[in-house]
């Protein structure tokens, strides 16, 4: 399925279910027998389990932390490989509805957005919510930039790809695109000798199985002095 809205992006590979309006909605004839069947026993659809398992995979960070939640209590966290990828599996769920989010950990402990994943009716069946792209880790290394210095926009997503950068100002936007390296890790040094005083909005997007994933906003101000940003996650 595809989803818009706040519901984050994925591809769902069991037939069992409809995606409509940012919730699963699992058909009746698929759900679990009301009496559970013995451990190992074949009912129709499957094998039964103790609960319903899903599992979510998709790309974040070489090296990161992948962290879920369930009804915003962290459910289970994993690391990403050397390639970004990651799948966590989360077994035992009773029937219901639930609303997972997940969110990414870069190299330096910063956080990414958060994606939110309403699932409705669950039942005792195996869900697979799949091309998870985490959004990009982003950071500046000034809260205040002089005009005519630089300041220093960065953080961690996919690894050897492109890297959409968007400046929105008082009076007009800027765009950059620049590279990740193998670890995910880019930076982007911003000349404020051409910005006009004033507050600036920044924030980074990656694209990957034709969609794409933003990050998070943050903000700087040109001004007469250099501020340092104090450190955050």
């Known amino acids: 399925y595809s989803a ?26 698929a759900a679990a027998p009301a009496t559970p069947a013995a451990a190992g026993q074949t009912i129709s659809g499957g094998t ?18 992948v962290v879920l939640l369930k009804d915003a209590q962290i459910a289970k966290a994993v690391f990403a490989d050397n390639n970004a990828d990651f799948s966590i599996e989360l077994s035992g769920l009773s029937s219901g509805d639930y609303i997972f989010s997940i969110y990414g950990k870069d190299y330096a402990g910063k956080s990414s957005r958060l994606l939110l994943f309403p699932v409705k009716g669950v039942s005792k069946k195996d869900t ?20 005519g210095g630089t300041v220093d926009i960065f953080g961690q997503s996919l690894p ?65 002095r250099d501020i340092l940003e104090e450190a955050q996650v």
Do not use: C, H, M
């Open 160 to 224: 050897n790809a492109e890297i959409d950068i968007s400046i929105e100002g008082p009076n007009g936007d800027l765009a950059a695109k620049i590279p990740s390296d193998s670890q995910g890790k880019y930076k982007y040094i911003l000349n404020a000798s051409d910005l006009d005083y004033g507050q600036y909005k920044a924030s980074s997007e990656v694209s990957f199985w034709d969609k794409k994933s933003r990050s998070s906003s943050l903000t700087f101000t040109v001004s007469d």
């Open 48 to 65: 039964a389990s103790p609960g319903a398992k899903i599992t979510f995979s998709g790309k974040a960070y070489p090296g990161g932390t």
């Open 4 to 29: 818009t809205g706040q519901t984050a992006p994925g591809k769902s590979t069991n037939s069992a279910f409809t995606y409509q309006a940012g919730f699963l909605y699992f058909d009746a004839a």
């Open 128 to 147: 697979s919510i799949n091309n998870i792209l985490i959004p990009p880790t982003i950071s500046k290394n000034k809260k205040e930039v002089k005009k």
